[in-house]
């Protein structure tokens, strides 16, 4: 079975503070995908990477920046954190450039700034 | 830009009941369309996909429907357990593997 997994299940930060979220996959895909979810928003895709150190803006990738060094592993970073990014934060993984595929995600990591 | 919805007031049923969820859309005209089932506080997992092509699929209790016309997917549960409350998700392709995700409909099934 295909595995995601995220760093942190909780976290709880102060404003202005660099984050780091980290995200792991351990089937060897190619594309990787950061959300946030919030009620009556739905999931919203803030980066996403389709190889080793590429990048591709979502719909909302103001105040983030990602990072993917290694093919299993790709970060979400928060340069300097909002309460309005208090959110839960999904990461998902699909194969590769084949179409209808499906996303797998981890847990979700669940942040709060204060 | 693609707005999709899913009906925001959660659906109570009746254990063996047939559940019906809704997912409409605008202002695209997706390949293809996924359901997920979310639990609360982890993620969502895939359940369905149906291509523009096809009007119906089937997996065990789940049935999901596609028309491209009225721009709507109908995802049924039919007899429906107490196991199956969650939320369910639509998703449609929005091109090069991106997708973009409705807001959910809570399902929740009364022994």
């Known amino acids: 079975d295909v595995k995601v997994t995220q760093s942190s299940r909780y976290l709880v930060k102060r404003t202005g503070e660099k984050v780091f979220l980290e995200c792991v996959q351990d089937?060897?895909?190619?594309?990787m995908f950061w959300y946030r979810q919030d009620p009556g928003l739905g999931l919203r895709l803030i980066y996403f990477?389709?190889?080793?150190?590429?990048?591709e803006k979502g719909d909302i990738p103001e105040g983030y920046s990602v990072s993917r060094e290694k093919k299993e592993r790709f970060s979400l970073i928060l340069e300097s954190a909002s309460t309005n990014q208090t959110s839960m934060y999904l990461c998902?993984?699909?194969?590769?450039?084949?179409?209808?595929?499906?996303?797998?995600f981890g847990p979700g990591t669940r942040l709060l700034v204060l | 830009s693609q707005k999709i919805e899913q009906n925001s007031e959660a659906l109570n049923i009746q254990e063996g009941k047939t559940a019906t969820l809704t997912c409409n859309y605008t202002?695209?005209?997706?390949?293809?369309l996924q359901w997920y089932r979310q639990d609360p506080g982890r993620g969502p997992v895939f359940l369905l996909l149906?291509?523009?092509?096809?009007k119906e699929k089937r997996k065990e209790r789940l049935k999901v429907t596609f028309d491209t016309t009225l721009k709507q997917s109908l995802f049924h549960i039919t007899a429906s357990q107490p196991a199956d409350s969650a939320t369910y998700l639509c998703?449609?392709?929005?091109?090069?593997?991106?997708?973009?995700f409705g807001s959910g409909t809570k399902l929740n099934v009364k022994p």
């Open positions: 998902a993984s699909s194969p590769g450039e084949r179409s209808m595929e499906t996303q797998y």
């Open positions: 089937m060897d895909h190619e594309n």
């Open positions: 990477s389709y190889d080793v150190k590429m990048k």
């Open positions: 202002n695209y005209s997706p390949a293809y």
């Open positions: 149906i291509r523009e092509n096809e």
């Open positions: 998703a449609l392709e929005g091109g090069f593997n991106k997708f973009y």
